[in-house]
């Protein structure tokens, strides 16, 4: 299963991930460096559509909620 990272403006993938929480990562990076806005438009989609996709306001609170484990 992959995750995939779209830019629903320009409906461009903008990258695929093997797991959600790199996707969420590479979201909360982007949100960290420019802020909020540069992600409004995208939206986080799983391949295999086993689960709703994520977009806006719902995706940053996801990515921002999300705290990478330290192993």
């Not at 995750?3 to 991930?17: A, G, V």
């Not at 990562?25 to 996709?53: E, T, Y």
Request: aromatic share 6%.
């Amino acid at each position: 299963m992959r995750y995939e990272l779209w830019d629903n403006k320009h409906l461009n993938l903008i990258d695929d991930f093997a797991d959600e929480e790199a996707a969420l990562a590479a979201i909360r990076a982007v949100v960290q460096a420019h802020g909020r806005d540069a992600v409004a438009n995208w939206a986080l989609d799983c391949s295999d559509r086993s689960v709703q996709p994520l977009a806006g306001a719902a995706l940053v609170a996801r990515a921002l909620k999300t705290v990478p484990s330290q192993a």
